[in-house]
């Protein structure tokens, strides 16, 4: 399965922005759906933004409007553009995509976003 590398993470002030890229090492051509997730402490890991291999986005509620997430298959990269940051948004953030249905592939080790007041 293609390895994939979180990057682009950091100490920022709220009201900040971060772009965070997602490397692979192999072509992301052939996934429908590639996806930024986050996990904080102490809390379930949840799904951030998703976009599909048409263009389609989708965001969780908490990140509409501040994030933007993209894909360039020619480079095997996914990115998310994230402003207005807010320290709620502060959590290990990881991309992944579905090998089937409910199968994801192996979770990197992710890039810490920490968001101060």
């Known amino acids: 399965q293609v390895q994939l590398v979180e990057s682009g993470g950091g100490l920022v002030q709220a009201g900040g922005s971060l772009r965070l890229s997602c490397a692979a090492s192999?072509?992301?051509?052939?996934?429908?759906?590639m996806g930024w997730y986050r996990q904080a402490p102490g809390k379930q890991r949840e799904l951030v933004a998703s976009?599909?291999?048409?263009?389609?986005?989708d965001y969780a509620d908490s990140v509409k409007g501040r994030f933007t997430i993209s894909r360039d298959n020619a480079r095997n990269t996914v990115y998310l553009q994230m402003n207005s940051l807010e320290p709620e948004d502060t959590a290990v953030y990881y991309c992944?995509?579905?090998?089937?249905?409910?199968?994801?592939?192996?979770w990197g080790q992710g890039t810490q976003v920490t968001v101060s007041s």
């Open positions: 992944n995509y579905q090998r089937y249905r409910n199968v994801f592939a192996r």
């Open positions: 192999g072509s992301i051509f052939s996934i429908n759906v």
């Open positions: 976009i599909s291999s048409g263009g389609t986005t």
